[in-house]
C-alpha cells in the first residue's frame, strides 16, 4: 500500500492498526516519491531466545583454571611502556 506522508499524519493510528491486521508493509510518499516504507515486526516465538543463543558455540582449550605463573606488569607505568601519544591526539597512539 503507498500512502502520502500527510494522509499518514491524519490516519496514523488506524494504518498502524491495519498494518498489524495485514502484515503488509505501507510505503510513505512525499510528492509522490517512496521516503520511508512502514512494516510489522516479526513476531519472537521466543523472547528469551536471545539468551543462550551462542551456546556451544565456544571450545575452551587449555587450562583455565590453575593459576598463571607468568609475570604480568601491574603497574601503569610498566603497562603503557611502549606506547607514546601525541599531544592532543589520543586517537593515533604509537608503541614504539
Known sequence: ??????????KCLKLIDQLNQSRDPIVLT??????????PI???????SQFGYMAGSAT?????ES?????????PDQLF????????DSAKAKVT
Do not use: C, R
Open 1 to 10: 500500500m503507498k500512502i502520502a506522508v500527510t494522509e499518514f499524519k491524519a
Open 30 to 39: 512525499k510528492h509522490g516519491k517512496p521516503v520511508a516504507k512502514l512494516m
Open 42 to 48: 516479526e513476531e519472537q516465538t521466543d523472547p528469551l
Open 60 to 64: 575452551i582449550t587449555g587450562d583455565i
Open 67 to 75: 593459576a598463571i605463573t607468568e609475570p604480568w606488569a601491574s603497574d
Open 81 to 88: 611502556q611502549g606506547i607514546t601519544v601525541p599531544p592532543g
